[in-house]
């Protein structure tokens, strides 16, 4: 079992930045594929961003490359979400996943999930 706990959120204004932390109680971090997804009251989850399944790569959604970076640091068991230029359409619960097997893309992969931390740009 996995625990993911985000945190950073927050109320930005627009063209301003945050980092989203999410911290993992899992034994073997390492071996997890990090994501993260958002959403939208009355939407569908979508991708944000998210590591390959041996870390060595990186994926973003086309609305936030170049702004985003998603990070980690295994020895803190910890990925992160460095949101530059933000916009108010990236006002949205994020949330962090984990998951060992299949695409980044679907959020259906993934097995275990966070609460969410709230993001509010205000324009």
Do not use: H
């Amino acid at each position: 079992q996995v625990q993911l706990v985000e945190s950073g959120g927050g109320l930005v204004q627009a063209g301003g930045s945050l980092r989203l932390s999410c911290a993992a109680s899992a034994r073997a971090f390492s071996n997890y594929a990090m994501g993260w997804f958002r959403q939208v009251p009355g939407k569908e989850r979508e991708f944000v961003a998210a590591f390959s399944l041996s870390g060595g790569s990186t994926y973003y959604a086309a609305s936030v490359k170049g702004r985003f970076t998603i990070s980690r640091d295994n020895a803190k068991n910890t990925v992160y979400l460095q949101m530059n230029s933000l916009k108010p359409e990236d006002t949205a619960v994020y949330y962090c996943a984990a998951r060992q097997r299949g695409t980044y893309l679907i959020d259906s992969t993934y097995e275990y999930w966070g609460q969410g931390t709230q993001v509010t740009v205000s324009s």
